[in-house]
């Protein structure tokens, strides 16, 4: 599967808790018992996949910095998988943990619109550059690792969260 379908089959998994979580009452949303609400969730994962962006925009101004994606970022990111799924947690950047004081669930839809066209167009550009193998972004676990990679994360990130979700939906039932 291609970095660019990767993606699409990540924007299509979104808009389908989008779409579930329209039918939801707003004021269940944001209802946060010493944990981050649904939309506080998604506004994370949201932020981490952005602010992904941002690094590797900066990164590939500068491409004689970047090295080839090293081994044990494989096995690494291969770990992070079963990291995750036993319920490990790690305690967010503080880049993607501060969150609006209200989170408009329309515009956050919205803007991960938008962030996932602009993505789309930086897959296309590393492609073009020959850079999308090479170690373009730095994960806090995984460690160097390339576009593949980072799609990776995203994917495992968004089913990590996407699992407290349905655990709060199901409370809040």
Not at 83 to 100: I, N, Q, R, W
Not at 126 to 154: E, S, V, W
């Amino acid at each position: 599967m291609s970095s660019l379908e990767k993606l699409k089959t990540l924007d299509h998994k979104t808009g389908e808790i989008f779409k579930k979580l329209k039918s939801i009452p707003k004021n269940k949303l944001t209802i946060s018992n010493n944990d981050w609400s649904i939309l506080e969730i998604l506004y994370h994962v949201w932020l981490a996949e952005t602010s992904s962006e941002k690094y590797i925009r900066t990164k590939i101004q500068y491409p004689e910095t970047i090295i080839k994606t090293p081994l044990l970022s494989y096995l690494r990111a291969f770990l992070t998988k079963y990291f995750l799924f036993f319920g490990f947690t790690v305690k967010a950047p503080k880049v993607t943990a501060e969150f609006p004081e209200k989170i408009n669930l329309e515009k956050l839809q919205k803007n991960w619109k938008k962030s996932r066209t602009s993505f789309s167009n930086l897959i296309k550009e590393l492609d073009q550059k020959n850079l999308d193998k090479l170690a373009i972004f730095r994960h806090p676990l995984m460690g160097r690792i390339n576009l593949a990679q980072t799609l990776y994360f995203f994917q495992l990130h968004q089913n990590h969260h996407l699992k407290q979700i349905e655990k709060k939906l199901t409370i809040l039932s």
